[in-house]
Nanobody
Framework: QLQASGGGLVTAGGSLRLSCAASGLTVSANSMGWFRQAPGKEREFVAARTRSGGTLYSDSVKGRFTASRDNAKNTVSLQMNSLKPEDTAVYYC???????????????????WGQGTQVTVSS
């Protein structure tokens, strides 16, 4: 199971840190992804922290968001800085043990999903 938390309401330019706690799986053995879905839009890739420790980001968040992993706590986090109103969405964490680098941006790659946490950025 994956449990996402840390969402909330923030003004543009502010920061939030999302966390995703895993149970029943080991984050270091999985590649962990972050996705988001805004109202009326499809779910889109945000970031991934791979099994090997690498990171991937969408162009829209590169330089502002940082994906990290805490093996001791079995959690992954998404530090979001310089938030913009267009970052408003429900954010999901996901896990895959099977994915490869070329597939991490696809939501269908991931076997396990958290319940989502709302992030709202006001202008």
């Amino acid at each position: 199971q994956l449990q996402a938390s840390g969402g909330g309401l923030v003004t543009a330019g502010g920061s939030l840190r999302l966390s995703c706690a895993a149970s029943g799986l080991t984050v270091s053995a999985n590649s962990m992804g972050w996705f988001r879905q805004a109202p009326g839009k499809e779910r889109e890739f945000v970031a991934a922290r791979t099994r090997s420790g690498g990171t991937l980001y969408s162009d829209s968040v590169k330089g502002r968001f940082t994906a990290s992993r805490d093996n001791a706590k079995n959690t992954v986090s998404l530090q979001m800085n310089s938030l913009k109103p267009e970052d408003t969405a429900v954010y999901y964490c996901a896990a895959t043990i099977k994915g490869i680098l070329s597939t991490y941006r696809r939501s269908g790659t991931y076997e396990y999903w958290g319940q989502g946490t709302q992030v709202t950025v006001s202008s």
